[in-house]
C-alpha cells in the first residue's frame, strides 16, 4: 500500500472529492458532499459496494432524536455519551465521544430526510449500556435495507462509482497533500485518478488475518463474520503519511452468531432474560455485560461454541428482527416442551438442569450472580424453551485513524493533513482500546456522522 509521488501519476482526470470504499461510510459521505455543492467519485473494490454495513443489523443511536421524542423518550447526546464513557470506563476520548454523540440525531434525521432511508425508533428492548431507547433502523432492521436506500440517494444525486476499483496506492507529496489514488484492476490494469480531497471510507481490518495475528491476537480463533475486502489499507496509506493510529486492539465482536450457519441472534434475546452456557451446561460469564466481549468468552469454551437458552416469549418478541427469521428459516432455533427435552436436543448434560434452576431462582431475586448479572431485569424463562447454538464471531476493528471534529484525519502531533478525512471504521472509533468498550451502534454512529461531516468539510475544502 505505498505513496506513490505524483509526478509519477498518469491522472485521467481530477475529481473534487474522491471517496475510497462504498459501504456506509462512503455513501453518507458523498451525499453530504454532494449536497454540499461538490462533484463526488467513490470507489469500491468489490463489484457491489455493499461492504459491512449490508451485513449489519443497521441501527444507529440518535439522541434526542424527533423519532425519540414522538415516543416521549427523553434523551440527550451527554445522556449518551456517559453511556459511552461508562461502556469504555473513561478509556476513550471523551471530545469525540461527545462530538459524535451531539452528531447522532442530525444525521439520523438526514439520513431519514435527505437521503430517504425509512429509520423508526427500536423502542421494544433496551441494548447493554443504553441509558435509553435511541437505536434508529430500517422497517425490518437490515443493514442491507440501509444500503438500499443509501444506493437509491446516490443514483437520484447523479453521484458516479466506480465498481471493481480496488485502490492500491495513493499519490501525496512530502507535505502529506494527497493528489489521487491507483486502482489496480482484478486484471493488472492500473488508472489514476486525481482529486483535491480524498475521504477514506474503506473500514478498518478485520479482513486481514495478518493485522489481526499482530494487533488482536485473541480473536482469531473467532469466527470472522465481517466484510472480507476491508484489509487495513486506510491505517497502512494513514501511517505512511504520518498520520496517528490509536485504539489498534479495539473491535466489534459477538457472542450470538448461529454456529455454522453464520446467522446473527442478536443481544435482545439475553437481554430479555436468555443466558448461555458451555457444553458442560454451565455459564461462564455475565452474558448481559454487553455483546461484544462475550465473543472471546465463547472462544474460550471446549469447541468455540455455547449454547443460548431462552423461552417461547423471548422467541416471539425476536420476530421483529429479520435475522431472527432466518434463523427461524435456516432451522437454527430448537424447541423443547421440558427441561428434560432441552437437554435431549441440545446434548447438554444433567449439570444443565441445575444452571437452570439457579437462573430462575436469580430472576426471582432469591439468589446472587457469582458472575455480577442482575436477573430480576428480565424475564423469567418459562417453558417451552428455546435453544440456538452460537459461536463467538469478529464483526469489524475499531481502531484506526485519528480524526478531528471535521472528520479530518490528524498527524501524530495532531495537526491535520491537508486534504485527507476518514470515517467508519477507517477512522478510530469511539470504543476504547480493547473488546469490551463497544456499545451498540459505535460502527454506524461513525460511519454515518463522520461520513457526513467528513464529506461536507471536503466540499468545503474545495469549493
Ligand atoms: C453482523 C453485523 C451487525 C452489525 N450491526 C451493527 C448495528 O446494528 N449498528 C452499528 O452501529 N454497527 C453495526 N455493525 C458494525 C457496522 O456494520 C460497521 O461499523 C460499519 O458498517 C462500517 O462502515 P464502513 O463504511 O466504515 O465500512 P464498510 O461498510 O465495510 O465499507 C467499506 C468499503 O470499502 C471497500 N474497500 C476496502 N478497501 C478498499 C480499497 N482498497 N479500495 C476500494 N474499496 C475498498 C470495501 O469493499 C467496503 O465496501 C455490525 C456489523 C456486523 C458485521
Not at 220 to 245: E, Q, S, Y
Request: with cysteine; glycine share 12%.
Amino acid at each position: 500500500m505505498p505513496i506513490l509521488s505524483p509526478d509519477t501519476a498518469k491522472f485521467q482526470g481530477i475529481v473534487p472529492v474522491l471517496i475510497i470504499g462504498g459501504g456506509g461510510c462512503g455513501l453518507t459521505a458523498a451525499l453530504s458532499a454532494k449536497q454540499a455543492g461538490a462533484e463526488v467519485l467513490v470507489l469500491e473494490r468489490d463489484h457491489t459496494a455493499l461492504g459491512t454495513t449490508a451485513m449489519s443489523t443497521g441501527l444507529i443511536p440518535g439522541p434526542g432524536s424527533r423519532f425519540q421524542k414522538a415516543k416521549g423518550i427523553d434523551d440527550t447526546p451527554e445522556m449518551f455519551a456517559a453511556d459511552v464513557m461508562a461502556k469504555t470506563k473513561g478509556a476513550t476520548d471523551p471530545d469525540m465521544a461527545l462530538h459524535l454523540s451531539r452528531e447522532g440525531a442530525p444525521t439520523v434525521e438526514w439520513l431519514a430526510d435527505y437521503c430517504k432511508v425509512p429509520l423508526s425508533l427500536v423502542d421494544s428492548f433496551l441494548y447493554p449500556g443504553h441509558s435509553k431507547m435511541r437505536m434508529h433502523g430500517t422497517p425490518n432492521r437490515t443493514g442491507s435495507e440501509l444500503m438500499g436506500a443509501l444506493h437509491q440517494a446516490v443514483e437520484r444525486e447523479s453521484i458516479d462509482i466506480i465498481l471493481e476499483a480496488p485502490v492500491s496506492d495513493l499519490f501525496a507529496d512530502d507535505g502529506g497533500h494527497v493528489h489521487g489514488a491507483r486502482i489496480t484492476r482484478p486484471d493488472g490494469t492500473v488508472e489514476d485518478i486525481g482529486c483535491k480531497a480524498m475521504i477514506l471510507a474503506c473500514c478498518g481490518f478485520a479482513g486481514s488475518r495478518e493485522m489481526l495475528a499482530q494487533y488482536i491476537p485473541e480473536i482469531m480463533d473467532a469466527t470472522f463474520f465481517g466484510h472480507p475486502g476491508n484489509k487495513g489499507d486506510a491505517i497502512a496509506w494513514g501511517r505512511a503519511l504520518g498520520a496517528a493510529v490509536a485504539d489498534i486492539h479495539s473491535y466489534q465482536g459477538h457472542g450470538g452468531l448461529a454456529y455454522g450457519q453464520g446467522i446473527p441472534i442478536l443481544w435482545a434475546h439475553i437481554v430479555r432474560g436468555g443466558f448461555q452456557v458451555n457444553a458442560n451446561g454451565v455459564r461462564f460469564s455475565n452474558e448481559a455485560r454487553g455483546y461484544s466481549e462475550q465473543a472471546v468468552d465463547i472462544v474460550a469454551q471446549p469447541g468455540h461454541w455455547a449454547w443460548s437458552i431462552f423461552d417461547q416469549k423471548i422467541h416471539d418478541a425476536m420476530k421483529e428482527f429479520d435475522d431472527y427469521q432466518d434463523a427461524i428459516k435456516a432451522d437454527c432455533i430448537r424447541h423443547a416442551e421440558t427441561v428434560d427435552e432441552l437437554c435431549q436436543v441440545t446434548g447438554l448434560p444433567p449439570a444443565f438442569k441445575t444452571t437452570l434452576a439457579d437462573v430462575a431462582e436469580m430472576a426471582a431475586g432469591k439468589k446472587k450472580d457469582s458472575y455480577g448479572r442482575d436477573f430480576t431485569t428480565g424475564w423469567t424463562l418459562t417453558p417451552p424453551y428455546k435453544a440456538v447454538r452460537v459461536s463467538g464471531a469478529l464483526f469489524h476493528t475499531q481502531g484506526g485513524l485519528v480524526v478531528d471534529k471535521d472528520a479530518r484525519v490528524l498527524r501524530t502531533d495532531r495537526s491535520p493533513l491537508p486534504n485527507l478525512f476518514a470515517g467508519g471504521g477507517a477512522a478510530r472509533g469511539i470504543s476504547g482500546p480493547g473488546n469490551s468498550g463497544y456499545l451498540a451502534g459505535n460502527g454506524l454512529l461513525a460511519a454515518t456522522a463522520l461520513g457526513r461531516l467528513a464529506g461536507r468539510a471536503a466540499a468545503a475544502l474545495v469549493a
